[in-house]
């Protein structure tokens, strides 16, 4: 079983910046992809970016050139630069692991629990 605990959201001000982080634990045999979703109040929830095993990485339109996705292999976690950040921000974060659990077969999807991001004056 794979676990993903999200830190790091929080209350900024328009233009402002935040970071937030993503941790794996438990029985992990491999991760291939580790993404970013968000969800804003009654609006279904979308891709922000993600980044695969190799290092490539894909954004939505809306973030791009204001956020930067990140991983560290050796510590299981992925990382979400945000800088200049709008009120359009604003919605509950979750973090995304592709990955094979020990004993699995096959990877599955992986969920953090959300962290709320709030972007307002």
């Not at 580790?34 to 095993?53: C, D, F, H, N």
Request: hydrophobic fraction near 30%; charged fraction near 15%; include cysteine.
């Amino acid at each position: 079983q794979v676990q993903l605990v999200e830190s790091g959201g929080g209350l900024v001000q328009p233009g402002g910046s935040l970071r937030l982080s993503c941790a794996a634990s438990g029985s992990i045999f491999s991760i291939y992809a580790m993404g970013w979703y968000r969800q804003a109040p009654g609006k279904q929830r979308e891709l922000v970016a993600y980044i695969t095993s190799g290092g490539s990485t894909n954004y939505a339109d809306s973030v791009l050139g204001r956020f930067t996705i990140s991983r560290d292999n050796a510590k299981n976690t992925v990382y979400l630069q945000m800088i200049s950040l709008k009120p359009e921000d604003t919605g509950v974060y979750y973090c995304n692991f592709f990955a094979r659990g020990k004993g699995s077969d096959y990877p599955s999807h992986y969920w953090g629990q959300g962290t709320q991001v709030t972007v307002s004056s």
